[in-house]
């Protein structure tokens, strides 16, 4: 056979399995209504963050019926979040997530509201040496949390009808364990198994499920020069998951260094895991989020 010939075989295979593969997928996964009449819950909006992002993006793009539900800690913020926006579309409450008994009065309280989101976005992130650091509090916010603001909004999630969705916020960091950083990336590890676990437990309801996975973007999370922006993109990625009619599962985004979120997740799954050690931590890529003290 040619090579002209065997080059045609190929790329007419790829093409065939490209479309066959669309196919199956369409019907392994039919498009999802989309609401737009009701209320988003977004946790963790706090000025600078991408929660207040979320909160913007909201309001600038959907109708006037979809409205938001932010969680902050401080008056403080509630207050700049009004002053920001000017929207009745807009309402603020000060909630702790990790507060079992105050975020299942908070879901008592929506009684008479039309839930059709929730984005899981409160988070913390540690550095340390896994010897020195507190590491259930990370997991209380990260992890514990949302499987907490799941349980209690699910009834309001499936009152509102197929189509309702959740965005739980991940990292990249799940996916990349760097030196010091063993806590916060077990805690976006474990919040990428649960939304799998998530996603196909709710199907039968049509609540939809997906993960943002960004790499590193600037807010008071991330303050260091390779903190780039991309802020948005991981805002649009989250309204994606919200109202798009054929949300994904998983959305790396922003970048690592240089590389996209999406090239470093592909990158992760094919390497063998010594080289990627090797790239880790023999390559040392600068820490974003250096020890506030020497450990
Ligand atoms: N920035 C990045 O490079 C990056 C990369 C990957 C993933 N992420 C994830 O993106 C999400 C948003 O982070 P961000 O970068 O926007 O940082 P951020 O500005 O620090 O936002 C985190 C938000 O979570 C809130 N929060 C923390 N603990 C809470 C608690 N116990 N109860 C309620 N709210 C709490 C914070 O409230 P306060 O302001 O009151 O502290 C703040 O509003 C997080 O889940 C983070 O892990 C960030």
Same mark, same amino acid.
């Given at each position: ?19 066959? $593969? ?18 988003? !819950? ?6 600078? $963050?991408? $929660? ?12 006037? =019926? ?44 929506? =009684? ?42 699910l009834p309001h999630l499936r009152k509102a009808g197929p189509g309702s969705r959740i965005v739980n916020i991940g990292s990249m960091a799940g996916t990349f364990v760097r030196p010091g950083t063993i806590v916060y990336s077990s805690s976006k590890r474990a919040l990428e198994a649960a939304t799998d676990g998530m996603r196909v437990e709710l199907a039968p309801d049509s609540i939809s499920v997906s993960i943002v996975q ?73 820490? !974003?989020?250096?020890?506030? =003290?020497?450990?």
């Amino acid at each position: 056979m040619s090579l002209l010939r065997r080059l045609y075989s190929a790329v007419t295979g790829v093409v065939l399995i490209a479309i066959v $593969g669309s196919f199956l997928a369409s019907v392994i996964h039919p498009a999802v209504p989309v609401l737009n009449t009701g209320t988003v !819950v977004v946790t963790g909006c706090s000025p600078g $963050g991408l $929660g207040f992002q979320i909160v913007k993006d909201i309001l600038d793009s959907q109708p006037k =019926e979809v409205l938001v539900l932010c969680t902050v800690r401080k008056d403080a913020d509630s207050k700049a979040l009004a002053d920001e926006f000017k929207s009745d579309r807009l309402k603020s409450v000060l909630l702790d997530v990790t507060d079992a008994p105050a975020v299942k009065k908070f879901g008592e309280k929506l =009684e008479n509201t039309r839930i059709i989101g929730l984005v899981n976005n409160a988070g913390v992130s540690v550095h340390s040496k896994l010897e020195s650091i507190d590491y259930r509090s990370t997991f209380e916010v990260n992890f514990f949390a949302v499987l907490e603001m799941v349980k209690t909004l699910l009834p309001h999630l499936r009152k509102a009808g197929p189509g309702s969705r959740i965005v739980n916020i991940g990292s990249m960091a799940g996916t990349f364990v760097r030196p010091g950083t063993i806590v916060y990336s077990s805690s976006k590890r474990a919040l990428e198994a649960a939304t799998d676990g998530m996603r196909v437990e709710l199907a039968p309801d049509s609540i939809s499920v997906s993960i943002v996975q960004p790499g590193f973007f600037r807010t008071k999370m991330c303050t260091a020069p390779q903190c780039g922006g991309g802020i948005e993109e991981v805002s649009e990625a989250v309204l994606h998951g919200l109202f798009a009619s054929r949300p994904r599962t998983r959305y790396p985004v922003a970048t690592i260094g240089a590389m996209s979120a999406f090239a470093g997740s592909k990158l992760a799954a094919a390497l063998p895991d010594r080289l990627l050690d090797f790239a880790i931590t023999v390559l040392k890529p600068k820490d !974003v989020n250096p020890p506030k =003290e020497k450990q």
